[in-house]
């Protein structure tokens, strides 16, 4: 597909470096690409995205410009050059520009995308529909197989998952993560702040003012997002960080003594109300019971009870995708669901886990 350009389109030039140099490109040595402008497809808190076609290449690619603090190295450009994953939006090329004031200006060239999945969601609701439960299952996957990648291989926690962070495309289901600009690689010895995460998708300890989270409140974000969709509404829409945690033990009940503790020992020493968790099977009537109980493990007070990425990818509710025949076989098979790079996806494992998730996941190797 060849990306619109806009009316008054103009022909712009650039030097730019390699997201991942090989090995062989040395000092990654900048190069020549071409593109016309085109519109402005996302405003963020950061920057502007733009969408073009590079001429040289004819690849389709968002360009993210943001503002570049000169006393400091980008995080996000330097994760980004650490990642190179299937459902993970890749860094092709990189550069700097300077505005009339001498501001310098960091552009990352990405693969691009065609919708978010707050833009798909909002299609159905919009219809009015619901999402198809197989389409939602085949995102959560994929999903989970980036965060299984994520943390376990380059030990990166995202920490701003949300819809609108997560790109797809309708016509295939692919699912690629987008916005590292939140992303951390978290030290179990460093403290991080708290005020991290768009507020309906932050995890409890994170609400609870916890300095030494997990990656795991990634796996909440997701769990959020998972409800969000069969729900066609944010699971716990709080109008402010405190209310949060209102609409949260709305739902889930109060948190016992030993789940506070988990999420936050400092916080011991406060009272709260004492509210009756609502099972989960009545919040989503008409959901199967392995949907329920997947919600059920990813939506937990205690990090460490809920699941990993990795266990999520091998509950029973995507067993589905591994069984599949006809038509959802061949959406499984052109998506890559059952297909795992060992090296990177599966290198934290000791060989007796390995044997198991091989067999549970029915992975195949590529490379
Ligand atoms: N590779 C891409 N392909 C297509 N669209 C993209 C791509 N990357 C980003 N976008 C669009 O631009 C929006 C903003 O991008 P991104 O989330 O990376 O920026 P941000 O400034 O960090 O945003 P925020 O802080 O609001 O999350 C995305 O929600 C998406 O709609
Ligand atoms: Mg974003």
Redesign the pocket.
């Known amino acids: 597909m060849n990306l619109q350009p806009v009316g008054n389109t103009e022909i712009v030039r650039k030097q730019v470096y390699q997201g991942h140099p090989s090995a062989n490109d040395g000092e990654n040595k900048p190069t020549e690409i071409t593109y016309p402008t085109t519109e402005v ?9 733009f ?1 073009t076609t590079i001429k040289e290449t004819g690849e389709d ?2 360009i ?1 410009k ?1 503002l570049q603090d000169r006393r400091f190295k980008n995080r ?1 450009l330097e994760i980004m050059k650490l990642l190179k994953h299937l459902n993970i ?1 890749d860094l092709k090329y990189y550069f700097y520009e300077k505005d009339t004031h001498g501001e310098v200006y960091l552009n ?1 060239i ?7 999945l ?2 798909r969601l909002r299609h159905f609701v919009h219809i009015p529909s619901a999402m198809p439960r197989l389409e939602i299952k085949c995102y959560m996957y994929q999903l989970f197989k980036s965060l299984n990648y994520l943390h376990n291989f380059a030990f990166v926690c995202h920490r ?1 998952i ?1 819809p ?2 997560l ?1 797809v495309d309708p016509d295939t289901f692919a699912l ?1 993560i ?5 992303a951390k690689q978290l030290k179990p010895t460093e403290p991080n702040v708290s005020y991290i995460c ?1 507020r309906y998708y932050r995890a409890p300890e994170l609400i609870f003012g916890a300095t030494h989270y997990s990656n795991q409140i990634d796996v909440w974000s997701s769990g959020c997002v998972m409800a969000e969709l069969l729900l066609g509404q944010p699971m716990f829409p709080g109008e402010s960080g405190i209310d949060q945690l209102v609409e949260i033990i709305k739902i889930l009940g109060t948190p016992s003594r030993q789940e506070i503790c988990a999420m936050n020992p400092n916080y011991m020493e406060h009272k709260f109300p004492q509210i009756k968790p609502i099972p989960l099977s009545r919040v989503f009537k008409k959901e199967d019971e392995q949907t329920v109980q997947f919600l059920t493990d990813t939506l937990k007070y205690d990090p460490m009870e809920r699941f990993s990425a990795l266990q999520c990818l091998c509950s029973s509710y995507f067993d589905e995708l591994r069984h599949a025949q006809g038509q959802l076989k061949q959406i499984v098979d052109s998506l890559r669901l059952l297909q795992f790079d060992y090296s990177t996806e599966f290198a934290h494992l000791t060989q007796d886990q390995l044997q198991a998730v091989r067999l549970k996941l029915q992975a195949t190797q590529v490379r």
């Open positions: 497809v996302g405003h963020g808190s950061f920057g502007v995205v969408t690619v968002a993210k943001v996000e939006i990352l990405l693969d691009y995308m065609p919708q978010s707050y833009q701003d949300k609108q962070n790109l690629r987008c916005d590292f600009g939140s768009s």
